[in-house]
C-alpha cells in the first residue's frame, strides 16, 4: 500500500486537469512515480505532454483536491478500506493487461479477491423471474466451485448474482469462491440506495471496488465505462438475458477485445431479454445450459478467446449499407444538438480524430462515446472507428 504521501501524489495526478490516463501513463513512463512529475521542470514536462498539460501539472494544488486528497486519506485509514494504485504489488494483474486501467482503485473488503480467478456475470436490470434465478444458480454454483463472481451491483442480473455467491458462502466453509461488485460511483457511495444491505454482506465476504473518486455520484456514463473492469478482472463473462441494446453487450464486447471467453444463456425467441444473447450466440460467443459448461470451458486452459469471436463474425459488426444508399438514408438521422455526433458526421471517424474535433479530453470522449453506443446512437467498427448510426 503507497503511503499518505504517495497516495497523495497519486492522487493529484489522476485529478489533474486535462491528464487523462494514457497521458498519465505516459508521464509515469518517462518520469517514474508521480512525485517525480511534479517535482521536474517545465521543460522537462514539455518535452513529454503539450504545454497547457505541463504547466496544469506544474500548478499549485487546487483547494478541491486537497479536500479530496484528505478526504481519502481518511477514509483509507479506516479499516477495509484500500486505494491501490498502479504501482502496488496488490493492484489486480488481470487490469494491467487492458488498455487503460484504472490509476487508482478504490476498494472496500478483501482486496485478495480482485487477483483470483474470476467469472463476470451480467444481464439485464429488468430481467425475468427466470433470468434471476439462473443468475442466482449459475453465480452459486461458480462460487460453489472456487470462482469469485464479478458483477456490478445494479438492480436485475447483477444483484441475483452477487446474491447467489453470498448464500453459498453462507451454506458452506470450503469454498474458496466469492464475489465482487464493480461499481459505477465512489467506493463511499451505495447505488441504487435499495442495495445497501447487499453492499454490507460484499464487504463483509467479499470486495467492492470502483474506478472513481470517492463523493462520485452516479453519472450515466461512468457506467458503461466501468464495465471494462467487470470484464478485465475476470477470465469469462456469462450474459443473462439483455436486450438487443444493452449495457452486457457493450461489456461482452469489450471482454472479446481484452481475450476474455464470453458465454451467453440462451432463451425463448419471442423474449426481448434474449435477443442480446442470441446475437452474441450468432457472433461467437458459448452457449452455455448449466454452469458446468463454463467450468470445462476456463478450467480446459484454453483461455485465448478464440472462440469468444469467430474472425468470420466479428462480434460487433459494421453497419450494412445497400448499393447506392447513404448510410443516413438506411438508418435515418434524426436532427441533434449532441457535440459529439455533429462533429462525427456520417462518415467513419477515429477517437483521436474525433478529440481534436470536438476539443476534448480523450478519457471524456471515450465516456461520451460508450454512453452515444448504449444509446444506440453510433457503432464501434472494426480498427477502432466509430460510426453514427442515427
Known amino acids: 500500500m503507497p503511503d499518505e504521501q504517495e497516495l497523495a501524489g497519486w492522487l493529484r495526478l489522476d485529478r489533474t486537469a486535462d491528464v487523462g490516463p494514457a497521458t498519465a501513463r505516459k508521464l509515469l513512463a518517462a518520469f517514474g512515480l508521480p ?25 499549485p494544488l487546487s483547494s478541491d483536491t486537497q479536500a479530496l486528497i484528505d478526504r481519502t486519506l481518511a477514509w483509507t485509514a479506516l479499516p477495509g ?43 439485464s436490470r429488468n430481467a425475468t423471474a427466470q433470468g434471476l434465478a439462473n443468475a442466482d444458480a449459475f453465480s452459486a454454483a461458480l462460487c460453489a466451485a472456487g470462482w469469485t463472481v464479478v458483477s456490478g451491483m445494479a438492480l436485475g442480473i447483477d444483484t441475483a448474482a452477487h446474491r447467489g455467491c453470498l448464500r453459498t458462502l453462507g451454506n458452506q466453509t470450503t469454498t474458496n469462491g466469492s464475489t465482487v461488485a464493480v461499481i459505477g460511483t465512489g467506493a463511499d457511495i451505495v447505488y ?116 469468444a469471436v469467430s474472425p468470420a463474425r466479428p462480434l460487433f459488426r459494421t453497419a450494412s449499407v445497400a448499393s447506392g444508399a447513404s448510410v443516413g438514408e438506411i438508418h435515418g438521422f434524426a436532427e441533434t444538438s449532441d457535440p459529439v455526433l455533429l462533429a462525427m458526421g456520417f462518415e467513419p471517424v477515429s477517437q483521436d480524430a474525433l478529440a ?27 480498427g477502432g472507428a466509430y460510426q453514427r448510426l442515427r
Open 356 to 382: 481534436v474535433r470536438c476539443a476534448i479530453d480523450s478519457a471524456a470522449l471515450s465516456a461520451q462515446l460508450l454512453t452515444l453506443e448504449l444509446q444506440g446512437h453510433v457503432e464501434l467498427l472494426p
Open 192 to 307: 441504487p440506495a435499495r442495495n445497501r444491505a447487499l453492499a454490507h454482506e460484499i464487504v463483509k465476504a467479499g470486495c467492492i471496488v470502483s474506478e472513481y473518486p470517492l463523493g462520485t455520484p452516479p453519472i450515466a456514463s461512468n457506467f458503461p465505462r466501468r464495465n471494462r473492469i467487470i470484464s478485465g478482472l475476470s477470465r469469462g463473462v456469462l450474459v443473462i438475458e439483455a436486450a438487443a441494446q444493452s449495457g452486457s453487450l457493450i461489456t461482452a464486447r469489450m471482454a472479446a477485445e481484452q481475450g476474455r471467453e464470453v458465454f451467453a444463456i440462451p432463451g425463448s425467441i419471442h423474449s426481448p431479454l434474449a435477443k442480446g444473447c442470441h446475437q452474441l450466440i450468432r457472433q461467437g460467443a458459448k452457449l452455455v445450459e448449466s454452469a458446468q459448461d463454463i467450468l470445462e470451458e476456463l478450467q480446459s486452459g484454453d483461455l485465448a478467446g478464440a472462440r
Open 35 to 59: 512525485h517525480n512529475i511534479f517535482s521536474s521542470s517545465l521543460a522537462a514536462l514539455g518535452e513529454v505532454v503539450p504545454a497547457r498539460v505541463a504547466q496544469a501539472l506544474r500548478a
Open 81 to 123: 478500506n484500500h486505494a491501490l494504485t498502479l504501482a502496488d504489488t496488490a493492484y489486480p494483474r488481470a487490469l494491467l493487461e487492458i488498455a487503460d486501467p484504472p490509476l487508482i482503485l478504490y476498494a472496500k473488503g478483501d482486496i485478495r479477491l480482485l487477483s483470483a480467478p474470476s467469472v463476470a456475470v451480467v444481464g
